[in-house]
């Protein structure tokens, strides 16, 4: 991970250590709140994929590992109560990061997309709010065409 990251300034990578902090919270406004179960349960995810994503990222899980739950509470707290500018405000975010992340070699961008992307839809789904999961992040994040998550997978869902 060193490897792929260290053409990024220290900002950008400070940036992108906090992205999964960023789609946990997009994926937990999706039921229209953010509750302590779905950040505890981004916290464990986190904490799974610095053994259980490609090896590839499990430095970088590591890292973010070691400041998740500060960042995530300050990150939070930041918000404003209206849930569609909390969206607004993180689907930016998303587009910075997918503009750092373009800096960086493609297979971890890939494999890093995808996993944030996995992320996100577990946490909106946490609190079983499978009709809501279809729109997390395919416009703002997922711009490659190989990583668009189809609908229809959603919607068969029940």
Not at 57 to 78: A, C, D, G, R, T
Not at 100 to 126: D, E, G, P, Q, R
Not at 141 to 154: A, H, M, V, Y
Request: hydrophobic letters at 35%; charged letters at 30%; aromatic letters at 8%.
């Amino acid at each position: 991970m060193k490897n792929y990251m260290l053409i990024l300034t220290k900002e950008e990578r400070q940036y992108l250590y906090k992205a999964p902090v960023y789609v946990s919270l997009l994926g937990a406004l999706e039921n229209g709140d953010i509750t302590s179960n779905e950040i505890k349960e981004a916290s464990e995810m986190v904490h799974y994929r610095t053994f259980t994503s490609d090896e590839i990222l499990h430095e970088y899980y590591e890292k973010v590992q070691q400041s998740f739950n500060s960042n995530i509470k300050k990150e939070k707290m930041m918000l404003p109560s209206d849930e569609t500018q909390a969206k607004k405000i993180l689907h930016k975010k998303l587009e910075d990061i997918n503009t750092i992340l373009t800096k960086v070699k493609s297979k971890f961008s890939i494999k890093l997309k995808k996993s944030l992307y996995s992320l996100a839809n577990h946490i909106a789904n946490t609190e079983n709010n499978w009709t809501q999961a279809i729109s997390i992040l395919v416009d703002p994040f997922i711009d490659t065409p190989d990583l668009q998550i189809s609908k229809d997978l959603f919607n068969r869902i029940d």
